[in-house]
């Protein structure tokens, strides 16, 4: 299967389309057999059919984004430009528009350049409340639990802080979430990256290295927290204390040896020679878990789309058969 891709984003669309088109150039070295790039996709998963589109590691096959209601019905004026592709924007218009001609326009180049079709399979909108961090971690919780046995790279550098942090603690809750990624350069209004040039047989190895440079990952486990802090709390019940070998037990479940207690320690949980207690986050911790595992997600996604929560972009033009 290929990567969804989730990310947010305000009125500067190239916050998603130039780590994609960072993504779209390693693919670019990969196919054609330049180690770095092969490395960078070496842990991807694969498609089991052969052949398929998605049995090339790393390829972005869903872009999921989230974002306000204004930017979302076109009521901010975004700012881009390509000088790739001669694009610009500084009007109001619904920020799908400018990602998928982009998209359109990068993907054409890469045929004709490299003869490699690229395309993306889908496209969702997802409305949020970017300044509420509950609607975000609500919002992106409930899709990430829905993505559970899908591979997910998480966009760090578009979207509110809200955002980003309900982007982080939703993945650490769910376990989702493979990598957290993040590029950053100067001109934010840029649609592809300022540090390369168009992709072209001659600058591809160069155009390598320096997006590898650029690449950086958040160094983040997943641990399922939500679970193991739903498990912890099943054991306090109605108790204020348990015993800490009760909650090594629960660790030790999830394979994780009881030095990993001292991650609990204080705001979360106390301890008292051996006895352990609520510390004054720990409830808040999992009424937040409790946002988005005590639901049908499947119902929850349905009603979400038929209300316009979420909406999915027609990409015709750029879909895969």
């Known amino acids: 299967m290929g990567v969804y891709h989730i990310s947010g984003v305000g009125f500067r669309p190239g916050a998603v389309t130039v780590p994609l088109t960072a993504v779209y150039t390693l693919q670019i070295a990969q196919a054609l057999g330049i180690e770095e790039a092969k490395e960078f996709f070496?842990?991807?998963?694969?498609?089991?059919?052969?052949g398929s589109y998605e049995m090339t590691k790393g390829i972005p096959e869903v872009l999921v984004v989230f974002t306000s209601r204004d930017v979302i019905e076109g009521r901010?004026?975004?700012?881009?430009?390509?000088?790739?592709?001669?694009?610009?924007?500084?009007?109001e218009e619904k920020v799908e528009k400018p990602i998928v001609k982009y998209l359109k326009k990068l993907f054409r180049h890469i045929e004709k350049n490299f003869n490699l079709e690229f395309c993306l399979k889908k496209f969702y909108l997802v409305k949020v409340d970017h300044q509420n961090f509950d609607d975000?971690?609500?919002?992106?919780?409930?899709?990430?639990?829905?993505?559970?046995?899908?591979?997910?790279?998480?966009n760090m550098i578009g979207g509110t802080?809200?955002?980003?942090?309900?982007?982080?603690?939703?993945?650490?809750?769910?376990?989702?979430?493979?990598?957290?990624?993040?590029?950053?350069?100067?001109?934010?209004?840029l649609m592809e990256p300022e540090w390369i040039d168009k992709p072209s047989n001659k600058n591809i190895r160069q155009a390598t290295i320096e997006i590898l440079k650029?690449?950086?990952?958040?160094?983040?486990?997943n641990l399922e927290m939500g679970s193991i802090m739903k498990d912890i709390?099943?054991?306090?019940?109605?108790?204020?204390?348990?015993?800490?070998?009760?909650?090594?037990?629960?660790?030790?479940?999830?394979?994780?040896?009881?030095q990993f207690l001292t991650k609990f320690r204080g705001r979360i949980l106390e301890f008292e020679?051996?006895?352990?207690?609520?510390?004054?986050?720990?409830?808040?911790?999992v009424n937040l878990w409790n946002l988005i595992s005590d639901v049908d997600v499947r119902n929850v996604l349905r009603e979400w789309k038929d209300t316009g929560v979420i909406r999915e972009v027609d990409i015709n033009e750029i879909r895969c058969d």
């Not at 769910?174 to 990624?181: P, Q």
């Open 233 to 258: 709390s099943n054991l306090f019940g109605g108790r204020g204390f348990v015993n800490i070998r009760e909650v090594e037990r629960i660790l030790e479940n999830y394979g994780l040896g009881k």
């Open 136 to 154: 975000c971690f609500e919002k992106i919780g409930v899709i990430l639990r829905a993505l559970k046995d899908k591979e997910v790279w998480g």
């Open 76 to 91: 901010k004026k975004l700012e881009y430009k390509s000088n790739w592709f001669s694009l610009s924007g500084g009007s």
């Open 161 to 189: 802080n809200q955002i980003n942090l309900a982007m982080l603690t939703a993945g650490a809750y769910t376990a989702t979430i493979s990598k957290y990624y993040y590029l950053f350069q100067n001109d934010v209004a």
């Open 42 to 50: 070496k842990y991807s998963s694969e498609a089991e059919k052969k």
């Open 273 to 285: 020679e051996d006895k352990v207690s609520k510390g004054i986050m720990f409830d808040k911790i």
């Open 214 to 221: 650029k690449w950086q990952e958040l160094p983040i486990f």
